[in-house]
């Protein structure tokens, strides 16, 4: 300690504080406490069904808790202005939800559209995100149904990043991908992640991935938190739930951790 200061610790980027979620009579998610930190890929790993997406759409208030709180930057969103925050936080789905109606270039320009950017400005971020997650320029003028599948998700994560918010949200973005265009992609994100340092909440249910992915893994199992791991020592952790994931992937697993965090 210097000159009587005492160390802080700093705040998460988001952070879920006895979040519980219920619709219909069902209960989906129950008292659940996550923290996730600045910079960090944080996956949330579970069968369907677990409450994974559930609790990614609390995040930006598409979806309202019914007990607990979500703060953002330390602050709750409950009292953030809805539409302010979900221009804050980047969203990516697995059908990308691409406007057919709308070129590449209005799709990855919509939110600095919204927010009053000037053209110039949105058309040079449009060319700078198509590098970024490496497309050609001239697919710009080009509408969804003109992409392949790889082409779409890549233009959703450049729409996502157009505003260039601190935190993304990942909903299995890659899951309906054939496994070679889904190889390439996990690949491209590792490396974008290395230069971005976006904070990072991806929901998957594939192990694999989320050993490759991750920062932290986040295990969840109807509705509740089981555990949160590091990738090496998911793949060494005594708990039955985590171990029957590992049995379920069998070999393999070690690499793609490696991968993951090398």
Request: net charge positive.
């Amino acid at each position: 300690m210097l000159g009587g200061m005492q160390a802080t610790t700093a705040i998460p980027e988001i952070e879920f504080q006895d979040v519980s979620y219920r619709v219909a009579g069902t209960q989906v998610l129950s008292g659940f406490n996550l923290q996730v930190q600045s910079g960090e890929t944080l996956v949330l790993l579970g069968r369907s069904g677990s409450g994974k997406t559930t609790l990614l759409k609390l995040v930006n208030r598409l979806l309202t808790p019914s007990s607990g709180d979500i703060r953002v930057k330390g602050l709750s969103n409950a009292k953030a202005d809805v539409i302010g925050l979900r221009r804050s936080i980047g969203y990516v789905i697995q059908d990308v939800g691409l406007f057919p109606h709308f070129t590449v270039e209005r799709n990855i320009g919509l939110v600095p559209r919204i927010g009053g950017w000037p053209e110039d400005r949105i058309r040079a971020r449009v060319q700078e995100l198509l590098q970024l997650v490496g497309l050609a320029a001239d697919l710009a003028s080009r509408y969804p149904h003109q992409l392949s599948g790889g082409q779409r998700q890549r233009v959703g994560v450049a729409r996502a990043l157009a505003a260039d918010p601190e935190i993304l949200l990942m909903d299995e973005p890659f899951g309906a991908l054939d496994p070679l265009t889904r190889d390439e992609l996990q690949r491209e994100f590792l490396a974008l992640q290395q230069r971005l340092h976006k904070t990072v909440v991806f929901v998957t249910h594939d192990l694999r991935e989320a050993l490759r992915l991750g920062t932290r893994i986040a295990l969840m199992e109807a509705g509740r938190l089981v555990t949160v791991l590091t990738p090496r020592e998911f793949l060494q952790s005594s708990d039955p739930l985590a171990s029957a994931y590992v049995r379920a992937f069998g070999e393999g697993l070690e690499s793609a951790a490696n991968r993951g965090t090398s």
